[in-house]
C-alpha cells in the first residue's frame, strides 16, 4: 500500500510572522481609508475665497438695492399716511357743514329727505343717492359731491398705502435674507483663510500687494488728468486709499464699493444712486478707450462692482475684506464699460 504523509504543519514562528504582516496590511489600509485630505494650497485657498467674497458681494449689493427701497417706500407710506388724516379732517368737516344744513332745516320745520343721510345707519352709500336728488339746493349738492369725492379720494389712498405696505413687508424680508446670506458666505471665506499658517497668510497678504498697490505707493496712474466733479470725486476717494471693505457702509471710514462711488462723488456735490445697478444708468455709458479718471467702472456680467477709473488701465475701489479700498489693475476683472458722470 502507498504510503500517505500529512502535510508539514506550520512552525509557530512562521504563524506569528503572518498574523503580524496581516494585521500590519489592515492597519494601514485603515489609516489611509481614514486619512484626512490633503490641505489645499494657498492658491487654492485664494480662488476659493475670492470666489465667496463675490458671492457675498452679490448678496451685498442686492442687500444694498432693498435697503434703498425699504427707504423709498417708508416715505412713500409716511407721505400717504398723512395725505389721508389731513384728508380724513377735511371729510369731518364737509359732513359738518351739511349736518349745519340740516339742523337749519329742521328749525325751520323738518329736514329734508336728502340730508336725511346725517342719520341713517349707512349715510356713505345714501350719498349716492342724495346726489341725484333734484330738490338738493345748489350749496346742498356742493356739499354732497365734495364729500364723494374726498371719500373716493381717501380710499384710493388707503389702498395704495396697504400695496406699499405689504411691498415693504416683502423688502424687509429679503434685506434680512440677503444680509444672511452675505453674512455666510464672508464667514465661509474667513473659515478657509482660517486653514492657512501665518506664514502663508503673510506671503498672500504680500503677493496681492504687489500685484495691486493697496498703500498707493509706486502706482502708475499715466499723465491723463481728470476734470470736473469726476476728478474731484476720484481725489476724494484717494484720500480713503487703506479704508476697511465692510459690506453695506457707505462711508466716512468704511465702505462697500458702490458704497465708495457714492461718497466719492457726494465730496463733488453731485447726487448718484445707491447701488451699481442704479449707477450704470446714472451717466452716459462709454468704452475702454473712452474712459477718464474718475468716470465709473463697472465688472462682472450682473454688474455686481464697481470702481473709479484711475488712469493708466488702474481702478481705484473698495475691493472685498482682505483688501480694503485699493488700487487694482483693471485686467484682474472683467471689465463690462464704463459711466460718465455729468
Known amino acids: 500500500m502507498a504510503s500517505h504523509r500529512r502535510p508539514k504543519q506550520p512552525t509557530r514562528a512562521r504563524v506569528t510572522v503572518l498574523t503580524s504582516v496581516a494585521a500590519a496590511a489592515v492597519a494601514l489600509t485603515a489609516q489611509s481609508a481614514s486619512a484626512a485630505p490633503a490641505k489645499p494650497s494657498k492658491d487654492e485657498v485664494k480662488s476659493q475665497v475670492d470666489a465667496l467674497y463675490e458671492e457675498a458681494e452679490q448678496a451685498t449689493e442686492k442687500f444694498n438695492g432693498a435697503k434703498e427701497r425699504q427707504a423709498t417706500l417708508e416715505k412713500e407710506i409716511g407721505q400717504i399716511q398723512d395725505q389721508v388724516a389731513r384728508g380724513q379732517s377735511e371729510l369731518n368737516e364737509l ?21 336725511a343721510l346725517l342719520l341713517s345707519e349707512d349715510p356713505d352709500s ?15 349738492v356742493e356739499a354732497v359731491q365734495k364729500i364723494q369725492a374726498k371719500q373716493r379720494t381717501l380710499a384710493q389712498q388707503r389702498q395704495e398705502a396697504s400695496g406699499k ?3 415693504l ?3 424687509r424680508k429679503e434685506l434680512a435674507e440677503k444680509k444672511k446670506v452675505s453674512s455666510e ?3 465661509a471665506a474667513q473659515a478657509i483663510l482660517n486653514t492657512l499658517t501665518a506664514q502663508e497668510r503673510a506671503a498672500l497678504k504680500d503677493e496681492e500687494t504687489r500685484a495691486s498697490r493697496a498703500d498707493g505707493q509706486r502706482v502708475d496712474l499715466g499723465d491723463v488728468k481728470g476734470s470736473g466733479r469726476a ?3 476720484l481725489a476724494a476717494a484717494k484720500t480713503k486709499v487703506g479704508s476697511a471693505y465692510i459690506s453695506g457702509h457707505e462711508g466716512p471710514n468704511s465702505f462697500d464699493c458702490s458704497g465708495l462711488t457714492q461718497w466719492a462723488y457726494k465730496q463733488a456735490n453731485v447726487s448718484i444712486s445707491r447701488v451699481t445697478y442704479t449707477q450704470a444708468n446714472d451717466g452716459t455709458r462709454i468704452s475702454r478707450s473712452q474712459l477718464q479718471p474718475g468716470d465709473l467702472v463697472f465688472f462682472y456680467g450682473d454688474l455686481h462692482h464697481v470702481g473709479l477709473y484711475a488712469g493708466n488701465n488702474m481702478t481705484l475701489h473698495a475691493s472685498n475684506p482682505r483688501g480694503g479700498v485699493k488700487y487694482e489693475s483693471m485686467d484682474n476683472m472683467p471689465f463690462q464699460f464704463g459711466v460718465r458722470i455729468g
Not at 359732513?95 to 340730508?115: E, F, K, T, W
Not at 350719498?127 to 330738490?135: G, N, Q, R, W
Open 95 to 115: 359732513r359738518s357743514v351739511l349736518g349745519s344744513m340740516a339742523s337749519a332745516q329742521y328749525r325751520n320745520g323738518g329736514i329734508d329727505p336728502s340730508l
Open 126 to 140: 345714501y350719498l349716492d343717492k342724495a346726489s341725484s336728488l333734484e330738490h338738493l339746493s345748489g350749496k346742498q
Open 165 to 167: 405696505l405689504a411691498d
Open 169 to 171: 413687508d416683502a423688502t
Open 185 to 187: 458666505k464672508l464667514a
Open 231 to 233: 476728478a474731484e470725486a
